[in-house]
Structures are given as C-alpha cells and as structure tokens.
C-alpha cells in the first residue's frame, strides 16, 4: 500500500491499493477529509455522450417550458430522474451545415459536436478540425487525476479512410480532438478500459497477448487483496462498508466483462460480429462502459470522459427491441409513419439506456453527496430530424447539478440557433477552466444557473 496514512485518522485522497503491478484508486471516504475542514466541496466532472442519426423530433420533446412540463414518450425513461436533468432546446451546431461543402452531414455531426468547428472536407490525412471542449478542460484540469480525459466509444476508432460522402472516417469515429488534426482514439473494448482505468496491465502489449495474459491471471482484486485489508483496519464502519460495496462493483464489471467476447479486440472482425449478432445487441456493451466512467469518476481518475455510443451514419440494427432496419437507413424516413415509429424505438431505447446511467450516478456516494450532484453529463445528437439532416433545435439532456450549479427539473429553449459552443463554454465555467470564448460561441448559458461556487473546501 502506497503513502496510505499520512497519520493515525486521514488518508490521502490519492491513495491506490497495490499489488503486483496492478493498482485500484479509491473512492472518497471519510478519511480522507482533514481533521480541520468542516465540510468537502467534491469536485465537478464532466461528460459528454453521443448517439447517432438524430431523433423522430415529434416523440422527443417536452410538452411545454419550464418545471411542470410532461415528458414526451422517447424522454419516458428519465421521468424518474426528473430533479436531477435538464431538457434543453434550441441549441445548433452551424459549423454542421452544408454550406460550399455539400453532403456529409452525418460527418459533420460527429465533427463539430464538441469543437464547433467546420471540419475540412477531405478522405485524405489533411485533417483539419478544430480541439474540442473536454481536450480544452483536460488542458487546464487533466493534471490533476490520474488520467487526463477518457474516451470511449463502442465502434472501433478509424482514423483514415473515406467515409461519408469525401469526409475522412476520421471525423466520425471520434468526438475527442486534442488539436485541430490530433484525434483522441476512443478505446471501444471494454476490458483494454478496465486495464486503463485500473493499470492492470502493460498497454503496450499487444491486445492478443494481453487477452492470454488475462485468461492466467485471474481478477485485478486478488492482487490488491492483501493492501485492501490492512487499510480497512485503518477505517471507521462507515469507510469500511463503502470500501467493500466499491470492490463489490469493481468486481461486478470485471466479471461482465469476463463473460462476454463480443468486444473482445483480439478477436477478428468477423468474430465479433458474429458474437454480437448471436448475442443480445449493443446494450451489454453500452452498460459496461457506463460502468467504468462511474468507477472512473468516483475514484477522481478522471472528471473529463466522451463516449460516443455509435457514430453518426450507424446502421446498426436493433433485433432486441423489434428493429431490425438499419439505423441509418429508416433516419431517411421522408416521414414514412412506420420509419417513424421504428425510430421512436430506437430514440426510447437509448434514452433508457442513460437513464440506467443515470441511476448509477444517483446511487453512487461522492463524500456527503451523491456522484450525480457533481457531474454535468451531456447526452445527444448532432443532428435533430435525420431526414432533413437538421443541425439546429438538437435534441439534448443535461443530466446532473454541476456541484449545485445548474437548475435541474425544467425543459429550457433558448432562441433559435443558439450556438451550442454557449453551453460548453458555461460548463468550462463550472470545472473552474475561464475561457473568453470557444469556437464559434457569442456569449454564456445563463438560463442554466448560477455559476456561483459552494464555499466549501475543495481537496
């Protein structure tokens, strides 16, 4: 166990659990709070999450403004969560337009989701993007945790090659952009991001050999096993039962990811598809990533992550939940009712995906708070009506309070072709990052909440 006890009752809050070149953070625990502070101020953490091909818009929206709206059928599943999201409307990416450029929509929407930036239109490797708002983040806070930013996706990362219609696949397999020409390759293996997030093994082998090594060496815990125990005797009650219920859910994701091959990457690609078209969809896929950014974000190894759960222009079916169309596809719905329908399925279906997410984040302790009271996740689409490849009036949730800073529990619509850079710019506010501007952002996101902090001690 590595610097544990910098005395008798107060931990150090970058503690790790050691043993045999595996590592395993720590959730906060009460010893971690100095004898003096009356009260910790959690930091904020910020994520953002992508689905693809816009939304049946007629299902998406609330009835009405304000706190007393109904949720529409696709928003359903995050009723529940009421108190804890914010609806917003109104908001535009104009850097997705076609302009000159012509097709490429579905480009465009992954592309200027997060940098606001026009995407040049080329297949071949002059790139040229602009950096996005959580590489701008992880550039003024990365240093402090572990891993600056993470970066998942459940489609593997392409960085060359043509795609939609001229644009390189650069731009569409990735949200994250470090530089205007530096993409920040999602890793889509869940086990290849569990060994990052726990450092249980060396991410220069290759994914092959790593994949036998694993089949030897059994579970990440029982290397940290021994450190855990004698910190535990170190704890009060109340440490000690959220130590254990932490490794319980360590251990549940490490054994779900065990169990499944389907994105296992020394697999071929025609194994795995074929694993997933034997199995039960993306939804496992989706889950386990869900997991490890909460593990990510209750241990502070990281307070910045993107997942981008399928790329705009997936045509990706859905046999679980009765479609069976390619995504992309039936989006070019030319308002055909049942097109329509089948795309409700699939807006509802991933809605209720990150409200199961979103339940994680509220039943996971972060000090005296819950997990999802410091976070500002952002879930949606770089295209509104996929037929129409609008790029205004997007579909999106905020889900979390941003450290108490966002008034959640309202449907808010700004004016019309509101940049979207105005809401990233706000959220830079609330992670303590001051920028003037961001891309092509005319002002702040006021209508969200006060950016006024806690004067609480922040650790």
């Known amino acids: 166990m590595a610097n544990i006890l910098t005395n008798r009752w ?23 709070v100095p004898r003096a502070a009356a009260a910790v101020n959690r930091p904020t953490r910020l994520a953002f999450v992508y689905v693809p091909n816009g939304m049946n818009m007629s299902q998406w929206y609330p009835d009405a403004t304000g706190p007393g709206f109904r949720f529409s059928k696709t928003l359903k599943p995050l009723e529940k969560h009421r108190d804890d999201i914010l609806v917003l409307s109104g908001l535009a990416q104009r ?18 989701y997060l940098t606001g930036v026009r995407a040049r239109k080329t297949a071949g490797s002059d790139i040229r993007l602009g950096i996005s708002i959580d ?28 795609c939609d ?10 949200l994250s952009w470090a530089s205007a020409t530096t993409p920040m390759a999602p890793e889509s293996s869940p086990r290849l991001a569990f060994d990052r997030l726990f450092g249980s093994g060396d991410e220069s082998k290759d994914p092959k050999k790593r994949a036998r090594d694993h089949a030897y060496t059994g579970s ?14 170190n704890l009060g009650a109340t440490d000690r039962r959220k130590l254990e219920e932490y490794l319980t859910a360590v251990r549940d994701v490490e054994v779900r990811i065990e ?18 078209s034997e199995g039960e969809d993306f939804a496992d896929h989706v889950r386990m990533m869900f997991e490890l950014m909460t593990l990510a974000f209750q241990t502070d190894t990281t307070r910045i992550a993107t997942f981008l759960m399928a790329h705009d222009g997936s045509d990706r079916s859905y046999p679980i939940i009765g479609v069976r169309d390619a995504h992309h596809r039936i989006s070019h719905h030319g308002r055909d009712r049942e097109k329509l329908g089948r795309i409700a399925k699939i807006d509802h279906y991933h809605v209720g995906l990150f409200a199961e997410f979103v339940e994680k984040l509220k039943s996971t302790p972060d000090g005296n708070d819950r997990l999802i009271d410091n976070c500002m996740i952002s879930y949606g689409s770089g295209l509104a009506d996929g037929d129409r490849h609008d790029h205004h ?3 999106l949730i905020l889900a979390g309070r941003g450290g108490g800073s966002i008034r959640t529990g309202q449907h808010v619509k700004v004016s019309a072709h509101t940049p979207m850079s105005n809401l990233h710019l706000s959220m830079l506010d609330r992670l303590g990052v001051k920028e003037q501007r961001f891309a092509d952002s005319t002002g702040r996101l006021e209508v969200i909440g ?3 902090p806690k004067r609480q001690l922040r650790i």
């Open 10 to 32: 107060h931990l150090n809050r970058r503690t790790m659990l050691q043993g045999m070149g595996a590592s395993i953070a720590l959730p906060f625990l009460d010893a971690m």
């Open 95 to 112: 850097a997705g337009t076609p302009g000159r450029d012509g097709a490429g929509d579905h480009a465009r929407a992954n592309a200027t």
């Open 135 to 162: 590489q701008v983040a992880a550039n003024k806070i990365g240093h402090l945790t572990r891993l600056p930013s993470l970066e998942l996706s459940c489609d593997r990362a392409r960085q060359s090659g043509r």
């Open 165 to 174: 219609s001229g644009y390189s696949c650069a731009y569409q397999y990735n």
């Open 220 to 233: 990440i815990l029982d290397f940290v096993m021994e450190d855990a125990k004698r910190l535990q005797k």
């Open 259 to 276: 169990n499944s091959s389907k994105f296992d990457q020394s697999l071929s690609v025609a194994d795995r598809r074929k694993a997933i």
């Open 393 to 395: 009036n997007l579909p």
């Open 450 to 452: 006060s950016t006024q």
